[in-house]
Every structure is written in C-alpha cells, then in structure tokens.
C-alpha cells in the first residue's frame, strides 16, 4: 500500500497544477491581508473607540442573546462564555489582541479553508476520472494489485495533498498576519467551562482549523465519489463546487423541518459549536459526528463498488 501511495504520490507532483495551486493559494492569502489592511485604515482612519467601549458592546449583545428561549445548548455555552471573557477583562484591565494583528489572524485562519476545500476538490474529483479519460487506467489496473488498494491509495493521496494545503494555508496566514499587521499586546483568554484562563492563540487556530478541516475531507469525499463513479472530473469538479457555495444556504430554507438535522451541511462545519453562529440550535456534536461519519462511509462504499465492478473498455 506505501508504494502504491508513493507512486500517487508523484504522480500527483508530476502535474504542474499541483504546484500551481500551492503557490496561488499562498497568492490569495498575502493579497487578501495586504487589501485587508488597506480598507481597514481607510475605515478606521476616524476611529477612536477604545477596546473596552467594544468589549462593554459586544458583552451587552451577547447578554441580550442569551434571553432567547429557543437557544441550545452549545449556543448558550458559548454565550455565556463570551459575557465571562467580557467580565474578566473589563474588571481585570485585560486588554484583548488587536482586531488587526498576526494572532487574531491566526486565530480566525479556518475562515479561509475553503480555499483549501475548493483546490481538494479539483484534486479529489480528477484523481480516478483522468485515468480514464487518459487512457491508462487499463495499464493501472493490469497490475497484480487488488483495486480496492489502488482506489485507497488515490483517497489517501487526496488527502495528505488536502493536509498539506491546509498547512500552508496556516503558515501563510500566519506569515501575512505578521507582515502587514504585527504582533498585538493582547492577551488571549478562554472560558473552560467553570472559570476564565488564559490560552494560547496557536491551540486555538490549530483547533479551530481542525475542526474546519472536516469540512474539506467531506466534500473531497464527496468529489472524489463522483469522480470515480460516473468518470468525470468535470461533472465531479462542478457539482461539488455548486454544492460547496449553495449547501450551506439550505440549510436556512430547511432550519423548520426535521429532515435538517441529517442534511449533511448542517454538520460539515464543527466550528459552528465553538463560535456560537448555529443555523439550527437543538444539534449537538455528538449528533454531527454520527451523521458525518454515516455520509463518509456512504461515499465511499459507493467509490469502491462502483470502482471494482465496473468494466474497462478504453
């Protein structure tokens, strides 16, 4: 299986769309920050608000959240651990780090991973179909390798390629933060639960990229399905990209019927149940892993069935 992974492996490097994507998408993350920075000086040129007039706002408005009747669970956990950050602060003089600065970049890196999820997909939905459409997956297939194992080579590669752009999406946001931004005074701080303690900036944009990084494996997933049953990276490309912008928006136009509960991107991202932005508020995380991990295996087991029964011709 190693070598089958290695041989992916290279071939996938082969491409020079693979190194393409790599250095587009550290592009995109040093001109976003550098246009970033821009609008914001010119938006708060004028701007004098002091950090404890925005924590005493943003604490009354997670106070107001919190009279809602219809909140869950999570929802309501996390509201109440915004109002005791809020607390701390103003009564300690603990001033948070700059909107603008390299650790609240790193913080709020997962909000860019579907860069991540978009390139996974164009890899994850050409990987089998281009065999075909090349002509060599007669050639792959004559080998005394069972398809099973190849089909999994081409899914791990996938995504180890999907990991490592995530890494470089983390790195770079990082590094763009630095650069135009600079490091803030501030002080991170979190609620555990009974009382607030101060953590790092880098768990917390490693846990929270984490937690996005689902959202790639399960539309790579879900590509790389298509690609592999119906041969076409393009039908496998384009579907799951219109899935990627348009899945979430049903989400609000089904938030009133039962059914939205195992609809699949009400799950895929798990960072909603860290920021407090649920669309649909009686779910857990629990529920979320059980019905991402039904869809997962769905996908696959359509992969490999369509993979090791099908006839190749051409």
């Given at each position: ?49 002091t950090w404890q007039q925005v924590e005493t706002a943003e604490m009354a408005y997670n106070l107001s959240m919190l009279e809602d009747s219809n909140l869950g669970d999570a929802q309501r956990e996390y509201f109440e651990g915004e109002v005791a950050i809020a607390e701390h602060r103003l009564e300690n003089d ?221």
């Amino acid at each position: 299986m190693l070598k089958l992974i290695q041989n992916e492996w290279m071939k996938l490097w082969s491409r020079k769309s693979t190194w393409i994507i790599i250095i587009l998408l550290a592009v995109i993350l040093l001109s976003s920050a550098a246009i970033t920075k821009w609008v914001d000086n010119s938006m708060n040129a004028n701007n004098t608000e002091t950090w404890q007039q925005v924590e005493t706002a943003e604490m009354a408005y997670n106070l107001s959240m919190l009279e809602d009747s219809n909140l869950g669970d999570a929802q309501r956990e996390y509201f109440e651990g915004e109002v005791a950050i809020a607390e701390h602060r103003l009564e300690n003089d603990v001033a948070p780090y700059e909107y603008n600065s390299m650790q609240q970049t790193v913080i709020e890196s997962h909000v860019m991973m579907s860069l991540v999820t978009l390139f996974t997909v164009i890899v994850a939905g050409g990987i089998v179909a281009a065999e075909f459409s090349q002509g060599t997956i007669k050639m792959l297939l004559t080998r005394p390798v069972k398809r099973w194992k190849i089909l999994s080579s081409k899914f791990i590669t996938t995504m180890l390629y999907a990991l490592l752009l995530a890494i470089v999406l983390f790195i770079f946001t990082a590094l763009s933060g630095l650069i135009f931004y600079g490091i803030s005074d501030g002080t991170f701080l979190v609620w555990n639960g009974s009382e607030v303690v101060e953590g790092s900036f880098w768990l917390e944009g490693l846990k929270l990229a984490a937690l996005s990084f689902v959202n790639v494996l399960m539309i790579g997933t879900f590509a790389f399905m298509l690609g592999t049953a119906f041969r076409s990276s393009s039908l496998a490309i384009g579907l799951s990209i219109f899935l990627l912008f348009t899945g979430v928006q049903a989400v609000f136009l089904l938030e009133n019927y039962e059914i939205v509960k195992y609809y699949l991107f009400t799950h895929t991202d798990l960072t909603q149940y860290y920021t407090g932005f649920m669309p649909v508020g009686d779910i857990t995380m629990t529920l979320s892993v059980i019905v991402l991990l039904v869809y997962f295996v769905i996908f696959m087991a359509i992969s490999y069935l369509t993979f090791g029964k099908r006839d190749v011709t051409a």
